[in-house]
């Protein structure tokens, strides 16, 4: 990896929820920090484009785009490019998340612009094929998302070991050295512990962190169940 | 409109040029607002996301945003929000770039999100048809792009009159209200005043001001011709 | 219009929908040859791509493709071309169906290149503004859906008649001569009797008569109430 | 693969190409059906999609689409299903071709409604990392494009053999049954040879042959030089 991420990690994304908009981006940021200082587990936040450079300043914490175009400087105007998201801080981005799906060969791409600008690639992957295809590109994480957890309710934690274990095997067949993040069926704590149990370094959240009454709370017994 | 813009206008499109990235997004900016406080003339700056808090806070002058997505708060990562830029601090939206075309439907509902959130909205347009199409979908500024004036280096000053006459009649013939910039060939001062004396508000410029070996200059000259 | 089509007009699109692909679109296109010839009423199919040449071939109704991309012949593998559908015998070309939505350029490219190519364009516009945006791309025909009327399961005939007046009236405003078609609320005969008398030219059906159990029985009742 | 494609396979991608439009796709057709049969050599085509019906009642060869959508039947109008194809008589369809690039999970869903369909899916790869990725979506052939012979006029035959081993090894390392074409590098019979020394089990061709003064004699001499 272009910087050393450690493991396990739990990258919080923030979506566009007005919950983690402007001001309470960088509140919610704040609080991912002091979980993390206060029990050593690394997190991670990715904001809104607009409020990366505001979080960075506020905190120490590692932040990341949540998508990047696949361009490099000059006539891409409304793009994301690798170079603004680093010059605002971020040390990373994710790329292809269910809700922003790219073209294989922008992944491919972008993944390269990212490692050449010096950027952590965080690839979502929403099947077991897909999640094949991911690894063979060789990004730096990727994000595994079995369809049997995604807005099914079933935490990971109640699902069948089998389901994320399958996935994270057809990974490694494919690389061997790509960290990989469960980023479906996290909803409670024991989540975060049955996620790292099945082979995987770590967790990709949202709503269940950004939506909570208590944020702090959330994260803070997510990080512990992160360090079984 | 949501805000008073005064007209003429001079709205800057920073691109993802790296001349106009981070820190330099900020100076740049700053030469506008000075050349804008000299002249007494509208000038605007349109940032990449990841600058536009930077820049509000930075200067007073008005900021665009270069691109919205037309979608609300929520399961949206990586997607831009209007209440994204808005919270940033931009007064306004970029919308249909050449280089960031939607689907009609999307800039529609953009231009009523915009609206809705307090944005102006500011859409570009390639030709003559579009740019009526534009017009009936009612946004505050249309920005038209003569296609005999795009990538062609014939600047308006020296292009037939009739190019960019006929395509601001065929706007007001379904809108009498929107305000009308010139989006293509202005590479110097005489351009500003051709572009406003064949009927437009304003300017949509980029690669002429950010490009430029001394920005300063050739805003305050834009400025000065805006002002004829 | 390039080419004379008669008024009013009941075009069915065929969609994907099993029932009308291969032996079954040449079927169904028989059927509404069979009730335009009894009834004098000008009736027209949009079948899927891959059917289009075996309909011309089996019918004398005009045929119409749901799409055309907006591009020429040449390096565009997997692209529908207006020399395809052309050739294999359409007369004209559905656009920017609500279920593929183009962008504003190519919707504008699309509608000159059918023109050059002697096809019909009807594009489709599914609100107001949308609507009178299309109208002035200046197609040969618009098919205006009323969000109003759109999966609501409220038939035209039913509805408040100013729903569709005030699109038929906007679309005017920009555009005397595109025939307007009403593309949405469409279930019964009294429903194209009530789309014809608010102002439209014609009906864009396709659930209403492929999905029907006597598709000749409801297409005899569409074409019946069509000569009100 | 669902059905049984000998190999050497040269497979002959229309484009929308005129010289391969209407009844020159079927003149075309049955050219590559007469040197398939003079030779011995499996030939595919692949037409447009309003030209697949004819093309496969006026031949016997493998016909197959250059792209199908990732939908199932039902409210998708101006999309192409896999059924309308197959119905149309094709065995096999083309995806994610460098004119026609598809988001990841739809090049995964396109391969498995292929697959349960009954048609053999060849997806386009234009780069080693995606031939690896692809490779890994399990489809029944990639057709391989190293960007070294992509466009620059350099054949297979006059290239480095490196070029092609390595990504044919990268694909084997993640798919031992999938099938290689070699899809760049191709003008002449020679070239045919090399990419089939090289470990490759076929070619697709497009400009070579649709664009060939004698289309019947570029086929012969790829066909006999595929028997080597």
Do not use: W
């Not at 990341?64 to 793009?79: K, L, M, R, V, W």
């Amino acid at each position: 990896m272009p910087l050393k991420l450690k493991t396990p990690l739990i990258l919080v994304n923030f979506k566009t929820y007005l919950e983690a908009t402007g001001r309470r981006a960088v509140e919610l940021a704040k609080k991912a920090e002091k979980v993390s200082s206060e029990t050593g587990v690394q997190i991670g936040v990715a904001p809104q484009f607009t409020d990366i450079a505001a979080v960075t300043e506020a905190t120490e914490i590692p932040v990341f785009a949540q998508h990047i175009d696949s361009i490099e400087p000059g006539n891409y105007t409304g793009h994301v490019s690798a170079e603004a998201v680093k010059e605002a801080g971020a040390v990373g981005t994710i790329l292809n998340h269910s809700e922003r799906q790219l073209r294989l060969f922008e992944i491919d791409a972008a993944i390269k612009i990212a490692r050449n600008t010096g950027l952590v690639s965080v690839v979502c992957a929403n099947n077991q094929s897909i999640s094949a295809a991911v690894a063979a590109l060789n990004p730096d994480v990727v994000a595994v998302e079995p369809p049997e957890l995604i807005g099914t309710g079933i935490p990971v934690s109640k699902a069948k070991p089998e389901i994320v274990k399958a996935t994270v095997e057809l990974v490694r067949r494919v690389n061997l050295k790509v960290v990989i993040l469960c980023g479906a069926g996290i909803s409670r704590g024991e989540d975060v512990e049955a996620a790292l149990r099945l082979g995987t370094q770590g967790v990709l959240v949202a709503s269940a962190v950004v939506k909570a009454k208590d944020q702090y709370r959330v994260l803070r017994e997510f990080a512990e169940k992160a360090r079984f």
